[in-house]
Nanobody
């Protein structure tokens, strides 16, 4: 079992930045690829970013490429999502997720993730 707890969400003006954190516990963090997803009211869950076990490979959703950066610190059992140049359309609940994976795998499909956090709200005002 892996427990995931997100933090760092909040209210920010358009053009601003936030850094989300995802603290993991319960199993060996470095055995899991990590991902970030988001869901806005009335919309389907959307892939945001993913990172491989070592952090050597990353993947991003088209809507956040060039603005968001995913990272991880295996010594701290934590994944991060640095969000820059935020837009009102980035407003959503952001979830981190963990998938037991091969060394270089990154996953953009939510169904590939077994463990999920409770989410953190990000609101971007115009």
């Amino acid at each position: 079992q892996v427990q995931l707890v997100e933090s760092g969400g909040g209210l920010v003006e358009a053009g601003g930045s936030l850094r989300l954190s995802c603290a993991a516990s319960g199993r060996t963090f470095s055995n899991y690829a990590m991902g970030w997803f988001r869901q806005a009211p009335g919309k389907e869950r959307e892939f945001v970013a993913a990172i491989s076990r070592s952090g050597s490979r990353t993947s991003y959703g088209d809507s956040v490429k060039g603005r968001f950066t995913i990272a991880r610190d295996n010594a701290k059992n934590t994944a991060y999502l640095q969000m820059n140049s935020l837009k009102p359309e980035d407003t959503a609940v952001y979830y981190c997720a963990a998938a037991f994976s091969g060394s270089y795998a990154v996953h953009s499909n939510g169904y590939e993730y077994k463990y999920w956090g409770q989410g953190t709200q990000v609101t971007v005002s115009s």
